[in-house]
């Protein structure tokens, strides 16, 4: 029989990024009111349909760029300015998640250092960074007096999962440094765990873990001040991607 495309059902691909930085000690998130049906006026995580010329990571790295102005780099790659760690998160594929039609949604996390305000762009008409605390709290998400209501489709559950993706991974991997600069203090970094984890951490013992696992953290000969107090050196990510042991999240 020849192949007949009318005789499915159509159905649409997104991409959904969990977008994640820490700013002011807060794990952050970055969220878009929608400015157009369907959820019109209600918060939601940044994302856009796939184009037919782009596979899923090009709409990802696209989406990023249109709503971050970061460009995505390899994560096996040293980082660089203005760049962003980017992977794959999950896919999600409800048929009832969006009321328009069948849509499936490969969602993205994203990691950076301190970013700057947001600006709105796309069919969004307004973004701003939010604590993920207050995006994932009971009820919903509200600001400056507005109504309260829980995010759009289903992004609670997509920035939930992205959230806990990003709390485990630094566990055992590199990936914290991703919210540093390039250079980087290790109390910088330990602010970034517990920025993360939402716990306090000792400070003498996070230093031995952190520099004592070979190529994790390599001294780039400098130092600086801009913590306050006596000078800190700085360190920039090493070629080691793992922490052995790991370093386990305390229990809250």
Aim: proline share 10%; hydrophobic share 40%.
């Amino acid at each position: 029989m020849p192949y007949d495309p009318s005789a499915f059902p159509p159905f649409a691909v997104t991409v959904d990024l969990v977008v994640l930085t820490v700013r002011r000690h807060a794990l952050c998130a970055l969220a878009v009111r929608r400015g157009e049906a369907p959820f019109q006026g209600r918060w939601a995580l940044p994302g856009g349909f796939v184009r037919g010329d782009e596979d899923l990571a090009q709409a990802a790295a696209r989406e990023l760029a249109e709503e971050t102005g970061l460009r995505a780099h390899d994560p096996s790659a040293p980082a660089h300015d203005n760049g962003a760690h980017l992977e794959q998160l999950a896919t999600y594929g409800d048929p009832k998640r969006d009321p328009r039609m069948r849509v499936v949604s490969v969602a993205h996390l994203a990691l950076a250092p301190d970013l700057p305000a947001p600006r709105a762009g796309g069919d969004a008409s307004n973004a701003r960074w939010a604590p993920v605390e207050e995006l994932l709290q009971h009820g919903g998400y509200g600001r400056d007096g507005e109504p309260v209501a829980p995010l759009a489709f289903d992004h609670a559950q997509i920035l939930a999962d992205g959230v806990e993706r990003a709390r485990s991974k630094i566990e055992y991997s590199s990936l914290a440094t991703a919210f540093c600069p390039t250079e980087f203090t290790v109390g910088e970094l330990r602010r970034v765990y517990e920025a993360v984890w939402g716990v306090a951490l000792d400070p003498r013992n996070f230093h031995r873990k952190v520099t004592g696992t070979p190529g994790f953290l390599v001294p780039t000969g400098g130092t600086t001040t801009r913590q306050g107090g006596r000078p800190a050196q700085l360190f920039r990510a090493g070629g080691a991607t793992l922490l052995n042991p790991p370093m386990l999240r305390p229990e809250v």
